[in-house]
């Protein structure tokens, strides 16, 4: 545990070689959701870092609401706290924090990803909310149980907030996409909770971002195509940018690399 604006929270600090990664996890979920995708795959090229959010995993929680900024404070302590700048890979709830922290405090990082996020509430896809009653909510307790400090009888409160922040936060607008300064990659499964038109006009409002929309898949797109989420995810954060394609029509580029002698 390391104290991050006050507050004890768990973290998993960087090992090994190479540029660092900062692993941002989704809502009522915890770091090692995104552990388990990643560490096998990335960990040969990156530094992995993570940390549980206030009342998620092994973070205890404090009483209040669950609000985006509050979680993007959290994460821009603990970029303040490893010392350096960072890459951020952030899922669903992870994704609209890295999207926040990366509008805030744009020093701190040098690419995001983007995974299932949205901008706006809005941006998701109507479908059966979590219930609080039945076996699905009981196994979810008693999973949260096992690792929270607060226990299993803190689970219903934890969803309550979560199910709120949900249905308010985030919104933002393109117009406050257009300020993020640093490369990002959209990505998403083609059968998301956050609406393929959503995602595209979170890909055309920032400047110079990719996206990739992966065929076959959902929301848990990182469990279910793991290696070709790291291997997509992986190409993003180490190539040269900017980036020169032989048709550029989105992206502003005076040089085709590689066309020379095309009839394209």
Not at 51 to 60: A, E, I, L, N
Not at 160 to 167: E, G, M, P, V
Not at 200 to 223: F, N, R, T, W
């Amino acid at each position: 545990m390391v104290s991050l604006n006050g507050h004890p929270t768990w973290v998993r600090r960087p090992k090994g070689r190479g540029p660092l990664v900062t692993l941002l996890h989704g809502g009522m979920s915890d770091s090692s959701s995104m552990l388990r995708r990643f560490e096998k795959r990335l960990s040969r090229d990156f530094r992995l870092a993570a940390f549980d959010r206030r009342g998620h995993g092994r973070t205890p929680d404090r009483p209040g609401a669950f609000h985006y900024d509050d979680m993007a404070d959290e994460t821009i302590a603990f970029l303040e706290y490893l010392g350096e700048p960072s890459h951020l890979i952030g899922h669903s709830d992870g994704g609209v924090v890295a999207l926040l922290t990366a509008m805030r405090r744009p020093d701190l990082i040098r690419r995001v990803v983007l995974v299932g996020a949205n901008y706006h509430h809005d941006g998701l896809v109507e479908s059966p909310e979590f219930s609080l009653e039945g076996p699905e909510f009981e196994q979810w307790a008693r999973d949260y149980g096992e690792i929270s400090p607060d226990g299993v009888e803190h689970a219903r409160e934890v969803v309550s907030k979560a199910l709120t922040l949900f249905a308010s936060e985030p919104t933002l607008t393109t117009s406050d996409l257009a300020t993020v300064s640093v490369p990002v990659l959209v990505m998403s499964g083609d059968d998301d909770v956050v609406s393929l038109a959503h995602t595209c006009s979170m890909y055309e409002a920032i400047a110079d971002a990719q996206l990739a929309v992966l065929p076959g898949s959902s929301h848990a797109v990182l469990k279910e195509h793991p290696g070709l989420s790291c291997r997509i995810i992986s190409h993003f954060l180490r190539a040269e940018l900017p980036v020169a394609t032989l048709m550029p029509l989105r992206r502003a580029v005076t040089t085709v690399r590689g066309a020379e002698g095309s009839n394209l």
